[in-house]
Antibody
Framework: EVRLLESGGDLVQPGGSLRLSCAASGFTFSTYAMSWVRRAPGKGLEWVSAISGSGTTTYYSDSVRGRFTISRDNSKTTVWLQMNSLRAEDTALYYC?????????WGQGTLVTVSS | DVVMTQSPLSLPVTLGQPASISCRSSQSLVHSDGNTYLNWFQQRPGQSPRRLIYKVSNRDSGVPDRFSGSGSGTDFTLQITRVEAEDVGVYYCMQGTHWPLTFGGGTKVEIK
């Protein structure tokens, strides 16, 4: 069974940093690209970032490029999202997603709240 | 960016009746590899999104056959033949063809 377990969400002040983790199991991790998608309170889904299976290629939405960094360690079957210079508008539930173009499986999400 | 326009925003439906959600893209979703990466998701209250349909019309394992997807190019539809109480939630289309990936604004399905 495919499992994606996010962690690392917290309350952080504007300008602060957080690192989200997604521990994956139940599939051959290195062969799948992975994404982060978020849902802000009262809003719809927004794709944030993606990384290829090898980790050599990364993609970002314009709203987070330059502030967020996605990475992965295939030996640990984990993907991370390093979030710097956080803003109030980054407040959201962040989901880890297996596969990118077809978004096959979603984790339960981890909540990030940016507020003073 | 590719804009995904869903309609309607809200869809009140009588149990047992059909429902249809439209999703239109601002550009063709045919990828250079020949696939059309248009996917549909259901998000029930308090739950994570769940994929129902991938690449326009492929139903995921475990998804009831009352759900079906169709369309091509820039015009796509999710149909529910007979709505059941468990179908309440928000439905999203998503394109995976062009970067950045984008979602429709969502359609809230509720029971009348």
């Amino acid at each position: 069974e495919v499992r994606l377990l996010e962690s690392g969400g917290d309350l952080v002040q504007p300008g602060g940093s957080l690192r989200l983790s997604c521990a994956a199991s139940g599939f051959t991790f290195s062969t799948y690209a992975m994404s982060w998608v978020r849902r802000a309170p009262g809003k719809g889904l927004e794709w944030v970032s993606a990384i290829s299976g090898s980790g050599t290629t990364t993609y970002y939405s314009d709203s987070v490029r330059g502030r967020f960094t996605i990475s992965r360690d295939n030996s640990k079957t984990t993907v991370w999202l390093q979030m710097n210079s956080l803003r109030a508008e980054d407040t959201a539930l962040y989901y880890c997603v297996k596969e990118v173009r077809t978004a096959a499986t979603w984790g339960q999400g981890t909540l990030v709240t940016v507020s003073s | 960016d590719v804009v995904m326009t869903q309609s309607p925003l809200s869809l009140p439906v009588t149990l047992g009746q059909p429902a249809s959600i439209s999703c239109r893209s601002s550009q063709s979703l045919v990828h250079s590899d020949g696939n059309t990466y248009l996917n549909w998701f259901q998000q029930r209250p308090g739950q994570s999104p769940r994929r129902l349909i991938y690449k326009v019309s492929n139903r995921d394992s475990g998804v009831p056959d009352r759900f079906s997807g169709s369309g091509s190019g820039t015009d796509f539809t999710l149909q529910i033949t007979r709505v059941e109480a468990e179908d309440v939630g928000v439905y999203y289309c998503m394109q995976g063809t062009h970067w950045p990936l984008t979602f429709g604004g969502g359609t809230k399905v509720e029971i009348k």
